[in-house]
């Protein structure tokens, strides 16, 4: 079983790459060392509420994010967490109008494989 700091750290990875920064970008918008970022990815360092507090306002995330584990899920649900992740990428960069017209955009395409 992975452990809660590899799962968080596995987390942050994948939100990180899903709205396409780098580990020195992250590190430069929560104020950490960019070694320290990769170092938290990997589960190899444990981290205060602070620096978790850093990370999720940097990638303006809601914690509950954080935690949830991909080694429990299947290759489907897998595919859809990363697919989660990158639409909450691009509609965290957009107004409410835009955001709008993208879900309209999605009902229509959910019609078309109806």
Do not use: C, H
């Amino acid at each position: 079983m992975m452990d809660l700091r590899n799962s968080v750290g596995d987390r942050i990875r994948a939100i990180r790459k899903a709205k396409g920064l780098t580990q020195q970008q992250l590190a430069e918008l929560s104020n950490l060392d960019d070694a320290y970022v990769g170092s938290l990815e990997r589960g190899e360092r444990n981290f205060s509420i602070d620096t978790l507090q850093k990370i999720i306002i940097a990638l303006r995330i809601q914690p509950s994010e954080l935690f949830y584990t991909q080694n429990i899920l299947d290759e489907n649900e897998v595919a859809q967490r990363k697919a989660i992740d990158e639409y909450a990428a691009t509609i965290s960069e957009l107004t409410v109008e835009q955001i709008n017209s993208l879900k309209r955009i999605n009902k229509e395409v959910r019609r078309s494989f109806e």
